[in-house]
């Protein structure tokens, strides 16, 4: 299933309490998102991986339309095992 790997226990109660952050989660789910996971208690929600063809400036626009929720970019920072740190 979509996501299994990755658990937070708070998402359940706080769904419960707060319906609209299921809906949130659900909407980003819904862009294509595989994984996406409310960070702690609620003050935020992660999705790992990127659609093929999500559109950016529409997927913000929605989110603020929405939610009232800003959209903040990531990534990771890849480098080999013995090239950590270049002084």
Known sequence: GRG????NDLE???FELVPLL???KDAIRGTGFENVLMSGS?????????PADLDWARFEDDM???????????????????KWYFE
């Open 4 to 7: 299994e790997a990755f658990v």
């Open 42 to 50: 609620g003050t935020s929600f992660f999705a790992l991986g990127i």
């Open 22 to 24: 299921g809906e949130l």
């Open 64 to 82: 603020k339309e929405r939610f009232d929720a800003r959209v903040f970019r990531a990534s990771f920072i890849n480098r080999d095992e013995d």
């Open 12 to 14: 359940v109660p706080s």
